[in-house]
């Protein structure tokens, strides 16, 4: 019989790697909370995101036996996996809700549940829709008349409905002219990148509210999304200078980030 060499032979089962089997188990820690609260949380009618914040938010309040705590959106992305520009607009929504409160730094899960406005949960109406219904609308509204005499006319030229872009946007402005602006929210956006780097705004005031409005005005869009990254890139962007590698050991400030000319001069990468 001849020898037959088995070094090259491929096995007829391939190697299986072995997972490490992962098991929930209490005795690991867990998670007190009314299930009432919980019930209503799982009812509302929330994005992803704010649902993902809400659960992120719960785990770091009642998992620790806390109602309140100072929570970053840097601690909820890197559980979640959300962006913590995201993770700033889903908090500051629920916030709006009711849902979560604030109070200072700190922010939790509003256990009076009758306070929450579910009305604004979502991400309200779409513009093609709010469009459709004011064209509805304009449209049911109109009656022909019979005689097309020069005062018919001019009213039908002044009652014709708006094209829906302009719709859209006519009502875009007015949402954004009819919601509050949020100061806090953009302190709080402020402190997340400050800390540890540049002093803290620890409180809001007459003028700072008045700079808020103002900068949030002169950004592409005023939301808190937009003064979210434009913060970014002025700590991503400016020159140690700004943090206190100076003669005076003067580092800038919440208020000095609020000024026009240090938005312009970061939008020119003049820092």
Request: hydrophobic content about 35%.
């Amino acid at each position: 019989m001849s020898n037959v060499a088995y070094d090259n032979v491929t096995p007829l089962r391939p190697h299986l790697e072995v997972v490490e089997r992962q098991v929930a188990d209490l005795d690991d820690g867990y998670t007190r909370i009314a299930n009432e609260l919980l019930e209503a949380v799982m009812a509302a009618d929330l994005t992803a995101r704010q649902l993902k914040v809400a659960l992120a938010v719960i785990r770091k309040t009642y998992g620790f036996g806390k109602k309140m705590d100072r929570i970053t959106n840097t601690q909820i992305a890197q559980m979640t996996g959300i962006h913590h520009t995201h993770v700033c607009k889903a908090k500051n929504d629920m916030i709006a809700m009711h849902i979560v409160v604030s109070s200072a730094n700190q922010i939790g899960i509003n256990k009076v549940i009758s306070e929450w406005d579910l009305s604004i949960s979502r991400n309200s109406e779409t513009l093609a829709k709010s469009a459709n219904e004011s064209l509805a609308k304009a449209a049911n509204g109109h009656k022909p008349s019979q005689l097309n005499t020069k005062e018919t006319i001019q009213k039908k030229e002044i009652n014709t409905p708006l094209p829906p872009s302009e719709v859209s946007e006519r009502d875009d402005k007015k949402s954004s002219r009819s919601k509050p602006t949020p100061y806090e929210a953009v302190l709080q956006c402020y402190n997340e990148l400050a800390e540890g780097k540049l002093p803290l705004a620890e409180s809001l005031n007459t003028k700072r509210k008045r700079d808020i409005k103002r900068l949030l005005s002169e950004l592409k869009e005023p939301t808190v999304e937009a003064a979210s990254l434009y913060f970014e890139a002025f700590f991503s962007t400016a020159r140690q200078f700004y943090f206190g590698d100076n003669d005076r050991g003067w580092r800038a400030s919440f208020d000095y980030l609020l000024r026009s000319d240090t938005l312009m001069k970061t939008r020119e990468g003049a820092l």
